[in-house]
Each structure stands twice: as C-alpha cells, then as structure tokens.
C-alpha cells in the first residue's frame, strides 16, 4: 500500500519559514518523480516544484527564489523549505509521487497558514 505524508505545516507569520516533509513508503522511493501542489480556498490545485531522480524539474514563478525542493532517497522523505512566506502562501499544501509503470499518489495534504 503507498502512503505519502505530509508533516510542517502550520500557522507562521509573514517573512517567516517553514519547512515541510513527505515520507513515502510502499514505493521505490528513488525512483518517482515528487512534488509538492497547493490549493488555496477557492483556487485550483496548482503545482509548487517537482524534483526527479537526480534533479529538480520545476518551480512555480510565484515561489522561485522563496521555496526549495529536495529529497532524501535514503529515508524515503521529500522536503520543501519555504523561506519569505507571504499570505498567497496560504494553502492546503500536497505531496506527490509519480513512479514509473506504478502510477500517481498524493498524500492527504498539510495546512500552511500565512497571518499576522
């Protein structure tokens, strides 16, 4: 069975950091593409950064600069490190792996909340 989650999220002020985490398990870990998404209340899910095997793929505009992906194979585990938080940041963030011939999984997701 494969499991995705999420932990990190929280209530932060603006310019702050958080750093949110993804253990996967029942999965080659090492092998999928991972991602994190968020959707904000009332928006689309949209894709945050996606990192492959051995290098990142993608970052959304709005967090380049801001936000870093990362991934430790040897404990199954995704990061995201998020520095310079503002309120857009607010979201229900998500994790996501795509293996290959094995499918797409999504965690059940981590609140990120932006407030003075």
């Known amino acids: 069975q494969v499991q995705l989650v999420e932990s990190g999220g929280g209530l932060v002020q603006p310019g702050g950091s958080l750093r949110l985490s993804c253990e996967g398990s029942?999965?080659?870990?090492?092998?999928?593409?991972m991602g994190w998404y968020r959707q904000a209340p009332g928006k689309q899910r949209e894709l945050v950064a996606r990192?492959?095997?051995?290098?990142?793929?993608d970052y959304a505009d709005s967090v380049k600069g801001r936000f870093t992906i990362s991934r430790d194979n040897a404990k199954n585990t995704l990061y995201l490190q998020m520095n310079s938080l503002n309120a857009e940041d607010t979201a229900v963030y998500y994790c996501?792996?795509?293996?290959?011939?094995?499918?797409?999984?999504w965690g059940q997701g981590t609140q990120v909340t932006v407030s003075s």
């Open positions: 996501n792996s795509v293996v290959p011939y094995g499918g797409e999984y």
């Open positions: 029942g999965i080659i870990f090492r092998f999928a593409t």
């Open positions: 990192i492959g095997r051995s290098s990142i793929l």
